[in-house]
């Protein structure tokens, strides 16, 4: 169990365009979910948060209105990138809170690498 | 603020040796400590968790937590090449009905045959 999924897995558009990125549980509901961003040999850094329901909560330096996050149902949770630019280019990981308990373990996507040119 | 710190490595074990992997963090209310591993250009896999002090086993992974100490390791046992990757240690800390959970930078393993 426990199973995250990320559509696309690897994108590559123009400068300008956006780009939709899907991130679903698989076999769990997950009323939190949480997007990440990791560039090569760096470290994961939170994005932003996503509640169910209700509005994401971005991390200090995320711009809100360039990152779209919607969490519509309790298995889904899309992240939006408009107006991509190269520095835009990334590797774009969500992963899923797994209610299990106390424990909440998270659980990670496969990720998507997102291009742009 | 948070901290979650790892020597960056690269750790370097030969095959069949036992990789220790160390981990402190600072916030002393923390809960639950978590375990990933990530290959070069994958995601992180969650391999352990463990929420009370001592030991807890699973397979070759061992995962000791020390709160007094705000310490948490992972052992490997008989080490593999297929081991070598990152590995990031994880704290989850609740604070007013929010949990955060807070990476720290990994420490690169190398395991050699």
């Known amino acids: 169990g426990a199973v995250v999924s990320q559509h696309p897995s690897w994108v590559i558009c123009k400068s300008g365009t956006s780009v939709k990125i899907e991130c679903r549980s698989l076999?769990?509901?997950?009323?939190?979910m949480f997007w990440y961003r990791q560039f090569p040999k760096q470290s994961l850094m939170l994005m932003a948060t996503?509640?169910?329901?209700?509005?994401?909560?971005?991390e200090q330096g995320v711009e809100k209105d360039k990152f779209l996050i919607n969490h519509a149902s309790l298995t889904l949770s899309t992240l939006t990138v408009t107006s991509a630019h190269p520095e835009d280019s990334s590797f774009y990981i969500c992963?899923?809170?797994?209610?299990?308990?106390?424990?909440?373990?998270?659980?990670f996507g496969p990720g998507t690498r997102l291009t742009v040119t | 603020q948070k901290e979650v710190e790892q020597n960056s490595g690269p750790l370097s074990v030969p095959e069949g040796a036992i990789a220790s992997l160390n981990c402190t963090y600072s916030?002393?209310?923390?809960?639950?400590f978590f375990w990933y591993r990530q290959y070069s250009g994958k995601s992180p896999e969650l391999i352990m968790s463990?929420?009370?002090?001592g030991d807890k086993e699973d397979g070759r992974f061992t995962a000791q937590l020390n709160k007094a100490s705000q310490y948490v390791s992972l052992l490997i046992r008989d080490s593999q090449p297929s081991d070598s990757a990152t590995y990031l240690c994880?704290?989850?800390?609740?604070?007013?009905?929010?949990?955060?959970?807070?990476f720290g930078k990994g420490t690169m393993l190398l395991v050699s045959p």
């Open positions: 916030d002393r209310v923390s809960q639950s």
């Open positions: 992963s899923a809170r797994h209610p299990q308990g106390a424990s909440y373990e998270q659980y």
């Open positions: 996503s509640n169910e329901g209700s509005k994401a909560t971005y």
């Open positions: 994880a704290v989850m800390s609740s604070e007013s009905g929010y949990s955060t959970l807070t």
């Open positions: 076999d769990f509901q997950a009323t939190t």
């Open positions: 463990i929420y009370s002090n």
